[in-house]
């Protein structure tokens, strides 16, 4: 086994004390929902209906683009009113596929059939899953078939379940260990059939002991399934910080898990994976965690994919206050918004409202304390990047290892002058990246 934790990072305030203790609510979707082809890293998917189809609950309405892309099901039954471009969390205008729901929630024939996950093949197990259109719902969204399947099967050691769950205010993974604790066993169960050589590993962070005390419950009399505390800190989610904590074992920006051995998904992933291969029930609904001291009830909502998120805010109560900013995701790696008719997505984890004295500060001139270096967990040197980037020296950028940067937003966080050198960095590193794609 690894460390428990990772060098750096931080203990930030992290609010999960407003939804964590509140059972997740089942919200049923009132208006149009929107479905935009690109809701993973890859390829966008193509749409395979028309104006005017009528659709099913768990029917393909859009097929991957390419192997590293994934299909979109429909997560209501009605009538395809538009395929045209629409506003996304992104600030982008993507195609997208807009259903007219009709309430009735009728489903394709073989939607929720059981399987017998013991006498399934390795490839019926992933055909499974890319037919459910899954993708990574804790991250970027990369597709999971795509992740299950690595050059040598035989080479992967480690199967590791995401549970630490590190952004502020995000409670979803920990109310489904909470609420389908076996779910995750399964899923990681029929992953594990995958990789005849690999261990099970579900990692929590230890300020999660209710979730840490039942799935060991669950899994006492697993051989080959063991539930790991890891330490407490900001960004101990991370994949290149997970796998270091677990196995020790060192990721770079050029390097996959899959390199050292090690599979890594997220316990709504995990649970997305069984309810596919195990129940024939695609990737139509997620978790969504709406949060913020903005927010008049805050809790977890279980939503359809593509419904508004003005639904689920209105859901919830709606803002208290005028919010001074909204996020889609996490305060440190997610996306501001300055809209909220936008429909949640695979990747949609959160919806936060954070009033004023919560929101960022002006920034000051650094002061050269040395804090984001101390914190990077990947032990880089945040303010000398930021310079590099101001200065658009991406020679310098590149020669400093400012590839390397994962966006985590501690150098930020720490930072007493306040100064956006996550952002600085990032922008600089997508900047080359895109060069480097069209060179």
């Not at 979109?72 to 506003?87: D, H, N, W």
């Not at 803002?319 to 501001?336: C, H, L």
């Not at 966006?407 to 997508?430: D, F, H």
């Amino acid at each position: 086994m690894g460390k428990s934790t990772f060098p750096g990072g931080i203990h930030t305030y992290d609010g999960k004390d407003l939804t964590m203790d509140k059972p997740t609510t089942v919200l049923l979707p009132k208006g149009d929902l929107v479905f935009p082809m690109v809701q993973h890293l890859g390829a966008p998917a193509k749409p395979i209906v028309a104006k005017g189809d009528k659709v099913l609950v768990g029917q393909r309405i859009a097929e991957a683009g390419g192997f590293i892309s994934a299909h979109v099901i429909a997560s209501v039954s009605g009538t395809v009113k538009e395929i045209e471009k629409r506003l996304t969390v992104s600030g982008n205008m993507v195609e997208s596929i807009v259903i007219e729901n009709d309430n009735e929630y009728r489903t394709v024939d073989d939607f929720g059939k059981e399987r017998d996950i013991n006498k399934l093949t390795k490839e019926e197990i992933r055909s499974y899953v890319k037919e459910a259109g899954i993708v990574g719902l804790g991250g970027a969204g990369f597709p999971t078939h795509v992740k299950l399947t690595p050059k040598d099967d035989s080479k992967i050691d480690y199967v590791i379940v995401n549970g630490a769950e590190c952004e502020p205010y995000l409670t979803s993974d920990y109310r489904m260990m909470l609420e389908e604790p076996e779910k995750i066993i399964g899923g990681l169960k029929i992953i594990l059939r995958l990789f005849e050589n690999a261990k099970g590993v579900i990692a929590i962070e230890d300020n999660k002991p209710e979730a840490i005390k039942k799935l060991r419950e669950l899994t006492a009399t697993e051989n080959n399934i063991e539930v790991a505390s890891v330490k407490t800190k900001y960004p101990q989610g991370g994949e290149r910080q997970l796998v270091y904590a677990i196995t020790g074992r060192k990721l770079n920006s050029k390097k996959l898990p899959a390199d050292v051995g090690c599979v890594v998904d997220n316990v709504d992933t995990v649970i997305a994976i069984y309810n596919a291969v195990a129940k024939s029930t695609p990737l139509i609904r997620r978790i969504v965690t709406v949060s913020g001291d903005a927010v008049t009830n805050p809790q977890n909502f279980s939503v359809a994919i593509g419904i508004d998120y003005w639904e689920i805010l209105e859901a919830a109560g709606g803002f208290t206050d005028r919010p001074e900013k909204m996020i889609s995701g996490g305060p440190m790696m997610g996306i501001a918004l300055y809209n909220c008719n936008v429909p949640v997505m695979k990747t949609s984890s959160a919806l936060l409202g954070l009033k004023k004295d919560t929101a960022a500060v002006e920034e000051s001139p650094c002061i050269r304390c040395g804090k984001c270096a101390e914190k990077c967990p990947l032990q880089l040197m945040p303010f000398q990047l930021a310079a590099l980037a101001n200065r658009n020296d991406d020679d310098g950028f590149v020669k400093s290892d400012g590839m390397e940067c994962c966006g985590c937003g501690c150098c930020s966080y720490i930072c007493p002058a306040k100064r956006s050198l996550s952002q600085s960095i990032m922008q600089t590193r997508n900047s080359i990246i895109g060069k480097r794609k069209k060179a």
